[in-house]
C-alpha cells in the first residue's frame, strides 16, 4: 500500500494563526505555572512533613488525575472540549490557590494536590483536542508538534522564577505565597483565555 501525501490547496488557511499562538501562550503559562511549583516537596518540608509524606501526597494526586483521565474524555465527548477546559482550569486554581492558604499536613493538602494533579490533566488533554480540531486533518501532528514547543518554554520559565523567589522572598509563608499564589494568578489567566 502506498501512501499519497496531500499536498493543501492555495485557499488553505494558515494553521499558525490568533488561536493557535493563544493556545500557545496559555500552554506556556501553565507549564510555567505547574514548574513553579516543582518546589511543593519544600512546602511540606516547612510544614513539618517528611520526603516519604511528599511522595504519599504526590502520589495521591497523580492517581487521582489518571483516573479522572478516563472519565475526561467521555466527558469531552459529551459536554464539550470548552466546559471541560473551563472546568478544569478552575480545578487547578482551586488547588494551586488553596496551597497557599495550606498550613497543616491534614487531608486538605491531599485534596488540593488532587486538585492541583488533575486540573492540570483536564488542560493539557483539553488543549490538545481543541487545537487538532481546528486544522486540517492532514496537518495535526505539526500542529501538536508545535505547541508541545511550549513546554519547553514553560518549563524554563517556570524553574527560573521558582528559583528567584525562593532567593527574593523572606523563608517562610511569604515564599509559599508567591510559590502557589502566582500559579493560581497564571491559571486564572489561562482561564480567561479559554473563556475567550
Not at 519544600?42 to 483516573?67: K, N, P, R
Not at 527574593?168 to 489561562?190: D, E, K, R, T, V
Request: hydrophobic share 50%; aromatic share 14%; net charge negative.
Amino acid at each position: 500500500m502506498s501512501i499519497t501525501p496531500i499536498i493543501p490547496g492555495d485557499e488553505e488557511e494558515p494553521i499558525y494563526n490568533r488561536l493557535f499562538w493563544l493556545c500557545y501562550l496559555a500552554n506556556v503559562m501553565l507549564v510555567t505555572a505547574n514548574a513553579i511549583t516543582f518546589r511543593f516537596a519544600d512546602l511540606v518540608t516547612y510544614l513539618g512533613g517528611t520526603e516519604e509524606l511528599v511522595g504519599d501526597i504526590v502520589s495521591c494526586g497523580l492517581f487521582v488525575a489518571l483516573i479522572a483521565r478516563f472519565f475526561l474524555g467521555q466527558g469531552i465527548d459529551r459536554y464539550g472540549v470548552r466546559l471541560l477546559w473551563a472546568l478544569s482550569a478552575v480545578i487547578f486554581v482551586v488547588g494551586a490557590g488553596g496551597m497557599t492558604l495550606c498550613r497543616s499536613l491534614g487531608w486538605e493538602i491531599f485534596a488540593l494536590r488532587m486538585c492541583f494533579a488533575t486540573g492540570i490533566a483536564g488542560m493539557f488533554t483539553c488543549s490538545v483536542v481543541h487545537i487538532q480540531q481546528k486544522v486540517p486533518h492532514h496537518r495535526r501532528t505539526e500542529v501538536i508538534g508545535s505547541l508541545g514547543s511550549s513546554g519547553f518554554v514553560g518549563m524554563i520559565l517556570g524553574t527560573q522564577t521558582s528559583d528567584w523567589m525562593l532567593h527574593s522572598f523572606a523563608p517562610g509563608n511569604a515564599q509559599f505565597y508567591a510559590l502557589f499564589g502566582i500559579p493560581a494568578f497564571l491559571g486564572l489567566c489561562y482561564f480567561a483565555i479559554v473563556m475567550y
